[in-house]
């Protein structure tokens, strides 16, 4: 069964630094989100991206972050100067269609981002 | 503001019990509602969408009610491996899923 994939799946870094998580979606897939969960807390919503542009973004995804599909297969998130806050785990996720049109959304196992 | 809340719990229930789950969305507007599940530091799962008509899938059956804005989830002859978060999750008519902060459940032997 096809699957979401991220790397890596934990990444530690000091505050200030910059990170990349790297997400490949599954191969037919037209949409593709990150979403992220601090713990124990719920999972929230950052940004969706669709056609090669963000499509929808959360209050949370601010100037510190960015998302690009640099080729045909990855989707990445860059946050480029990380504060203590930004630890949580960061969920990729895809979907065929869109959530718009009730498409399932299938994630990825996530990436532990920690910050000191 | 678009929200969904549930009972976080825990519940604990033994083996065999049928434990059900409530949600409620802010949202009378909201197109589609689903159940997901989340082990332990994993990624959410999908367990199942909830459909107007209620719908069914093994020993689990989920039901929607729009005049009450209230999703529910009912596990029968519930296992061990059932334990876990059982999270609600609403598609407000946007590109994104809303979460709800999710109701552990814990099955003892």
């Known amino acids: 069964e096809p699957e979401v994939t991220q790397t890596p799946s934990h990444q530690v870094t000091q505050m200030g630094q910059e990170v990349i998580l790297r997400c490949v979606p599954i191969s037919n897939h037209l949409y593709f989100y990150w979403y992220r969960q601090i713990l124990g807390q719920k999972v929230e919503f950052l940004v969706s991206?669709?056609?090669?542009?963000?499509?929808?973004k959360s209050e949370i995804f601010d100037d510190q972050f960015s998302v690009e599909r640099p080729d045909g297969s990855n989707f990445t998130l860059k946050i480029r100067s990380t504060k203590l806050e930004d630890s949580a785990m960061y969920f990729c996720?895809?979907?065929?269609?869109?959530?718009?049109?009730?498409?399932?959304?299938?994630f990825g196992p996530g990436t532990r981002l920690t910050v000191l | 503001r678009k929200e969904v809340e549930q009972d976080p719990g825990p519940f604990n229930v033994p083996e065999g019990a049928t434990v059900a789950f409530n949600c409620t969305y802010s949202?009378?507007?909201?197109?589609?509602f689903f159940w997901y599940r989340q082990d332990c530091r994993k990624e959410p799962k999908l367990l199942m969408s909830?459909?107007?008509s209620g719908n069914e899938d093994g020993r689990f059956t989920a039901q929607l009610n729009r005049a009450s804005q209230y999703i529910s989830l009912l596990i029968r002859d519930s296992k061990l491996s059932d334990s876990a978060t059982y999270l609600c999750?609403?598609?407000?008519?946007?590109?994104?899923?809303?979460f709800g902060t999710g109701t552990r459940l814990t099955i003892i032997p």
């Open positions: 996720a895809s979907s065929t269609q869109g959530v718009r049109l009730t498409d399932t959304q299938y």
């Open positions: 949202n009378s507007a909201s197109q589609s």
């Open positions: 999750v609403v598609n407000f008519g946007n590109e994104k899923l809303t």
């Open positions: 991206f669709y056609n090669n542009e963000i499509s929808e």
């Open positions: 909830v459909y107007s």
